[in-house]
Nanobody, 119 residues
Framework: QVQLVEAGGGLVQTGGSLRLSCAAS?????LGWFRQAPGKEREFVAT????????RYADSVKGRFTISRDNAKNTVYLQMNSLNPEDTAVYYC???????????????WGQGTQVTVSS
């Protein structure tokens, strides 16, 4: 079992920055971030392996978002820069066993944290 608790969401203006965190307890898995905007399906944002050596981003956030992790704290971070209104969504932390595909909506989920970007 894995428990995930996100923090760091909020309201920010276009062009601003936010840093999300997700504290994981239980087993140590690769971690990722997804987001779900109103009326849309939940979508992949980024993922990072346990070692941090394997990182992937959705095309929509490349160059603006940075995922990182601190294994001593079993915490993953998502630094979000140059935010725009299209980034408005509930952001969810996700954990999956090593080797599991990041396609689909599998694994363990946090409760989500709201990010709102005003224009």
């Amino acid at each position: 079992q894995v428990q995930l608790v996100e923090a760091g969401g909020g309201l920010v203006q276009t062009g601003g920055s936010l840093r999300l965190s997700c504290a994981a307890s239980g087993r140590t898995f690769p971690l990722g971030w997804f987001r779900q905007a109103p009326g849309k399906e939940r979508e992949f944002v980024a993922t990072i392996s346990w070692s941090g050596g394997s990182i992937r981003y959705a095309d929509s956030v490349k160059g603006r978002f940075t995922i990182s992790r601190d294994n001593a704290k079993n915490t993953v971070y998502l630094q979000m820069n140059s935010l725009n209104p299209e980034d408005t969504a509930v952001y969810y932390c996700n954990a999956r066993p090593p080797g599991t595909s990041w396609l689909g909506l599998n694994g363990y989920w946090g409760q989500g944290t709201q990010v709102t970007v005003s224009s």
